[in-house]
């Protein structure tokens, strides 16, 4: 062979083997992400899910992918969601759209992973069989909520002793709704508090919600854990401050946004420790064999700038107990 025709078969044989290679390479695992709000709502959760997965050597644009699917707050949209991240073959769904979404994906498929992250009981939602050993498909992040509705009453009686009456602000369109007003029903009996319920889905809702808070002279306000408020935090925060109503809240976005109180866990924990649970599952983990986590962290945020645009003072020993006090 002439020196000539042996560098072109080398060349040709170089230029080929790169596209062999690829073809034999192992397709990069995809990350289903089924979420309520957009990306950018929530981008310091999904650093924090990515967190936990690179502590378990996965790295987005490396080695894994994610696919998004955001509902906003038409939730009966999860379940086309669900399927759609179905037929795109990914290989974990992380469901982050409360029990709307973990429900969608959970009906979608019985064998691909599902992580979940729902606030509530798990078990009650039909979600899992039992915290310790989940069963099926399914597993992931969820907290009993009457112990944290007990905390924010006792907050807001602290803040306001004098307050007979709480309302709370829920989403009929929620499956969560139930729950949470049965735990803040509960722990206001234990409490001798009475709580008058008010509901918004949409943003054509929140000025008869707060106009009714001022009519029937309800005290104080609790705003319930669902997506689709914290997707419009800015409206209901300065809405609170027109109309003088002290509101807690149960993430520290609303205070951030100029909100009053927030207590609740800390939410950037659970996503980086579900990032860790995806990691093993991708890694050949059966959910079944990772237990439900619940909180251990949580967190309380005071905005003083709020306080005392409400006239509301804060009590030394309240704020040595905060975790983040905001001036």
């Known amino acids: 062979m002439s020196s000539r025709r042996a560098f072109i078969t080398l060349l040709g044989g170089a230029a080929a083997w790169p596209l062999a290679a690829r073809a034999q390479q192992p397709t990069m695992p995809v990350i289903g992400f089924l979420s309520s709000g957009q990306p950018q709502v929530f981008a310091h959760m999904i650093d924090a899910f990515r967190q936990g997965l690179n502590e378990t050597g996965y790295f987005v644009g490396q080695n894994v992918a994610f696919e998004h699917r955001a509902a906003g707050s038409d939730y009966d949209r999860f379940r086309a969601m669900a399927d759609d991240l179905v037929r795109r073959q990914v290989a974990v769904i992380f469901a982050t759209g409360g029990t709307a979404a973990a429900l969608a994906a959970r009906t979608a498929t019985s064998t691909i992973p599902i992580v979940f992250y729902v606030g509530g009981d798990p078990v009650q939602q039909g979600l899992v069989a039992s915290l310790g050993r989940p069963g099926g498909n399914l597993t992931g992040f969820g907290w009993l909520g009457v112990a944290l509705a007990a905390k924010r009453l006792e907050l807001l009686r602290e803040l306001l002793p004098n ?114 649970y995806t990691g093993r599952i991708l890694k050949g983990t059966k959910p079944s064999e990772l237990p439900v986590l619940q909180p251990t962290r949580f967190e309380l945020v005071i905005n003083l700038n709020a306080a005392k645009a409400l006239g509301i003072e804060i009590s030394p020993k309240l704020l040595a107990t905060a975790d983040e006090v905001i001036e």
Request: proline share 4%; aromatic share 8%.
């Open 163 to 276: 307050g007979a009456t709480i309302g709370m602000l829920v989403n009929p369109a929620s499956p969560d709704t139930d729950f949470e007003m049965r735990d803040i029903q509960d722990a206001a009996r234990i409490l001798g508090r009475q709580i008058h319920i008010l509901t918004a889905s949409s943003d054509a809702d929140f000025d008869g919600v707060f106009a009714t808070l001022v009519k029937q002279q309800v005290g104080a306000l609790i705003v319930a854990a669902d997506a689709y408020f914290s997707g419009r935090r800015g409206r209901i925060v300065a809405l609170a401050a027109r109309h003088g109503v002290p509101a807690i809240y149960d993430r520290r976005e609303f205070p951030d946004a100029g909100g009053l109180i927030s207590y609740g866990h800390h939410r950037a924990d659970a996503y980086r420790q579900l990032g860790i």
